[in-house]
Nanobody, 123 residues
């Protein structure tokens, strides 16, 4: 089992940056693909980024490609999401998730979820 705790959210002006972190517990963290999702009020949870268990492969939603970078450190059981050039439409609760198979863009494929961290981008 994997427990996930996100941190790093907050309020930032448009054009600014934030770095989200997700700390994982469990000895098998390195065997899980990881993903970041977000959910804005009144909207469905949407895929943001994912990374393979080794960190060798990443995949991004078109809406964040070129602005967000996902990485992981298996020695520290952490994944991060560096968010640059933030826009008001990036405002949402951001969740990290763990997938025991291969990384996916569908939230239904993920096995474990964190509690989320709020990101608010002001215009």
């Amino acid at each position: 089992q994997v427990q996930l705790v996100e941190s790093g959210g907050g309020l930032v002006q448009a054009g600014g940056s934030l770095r989200l972190s997700c700390a994982a517990s469990g000895r098998t963290f390195s065997s899980y693909a990881m993903g970041w999702f977000r959910q804005a009020p009144g909207k469905e949870r949407e895929f943001v980024a994912a990374i393979s268990w080794s960190g060798g492969s990443t995949y991004y939603a078109d809406s964040v490609k070129g602005r967000f970078t996902m990485s992981r450190d298996n020695a520290k059981n952490t994944v991060t999401l560096q968010m640059n050039s933030l826009k008001p439409e990036d405002t949402a609760v951001y969740y990290c998730a763990a997938d025991s198979r291969y990384f996916s863009v569908s939230p239904d494929e993920y096995d474990y979820w964190g509690q989320g961290t709020q990101v608010t981008v002001s215009s």
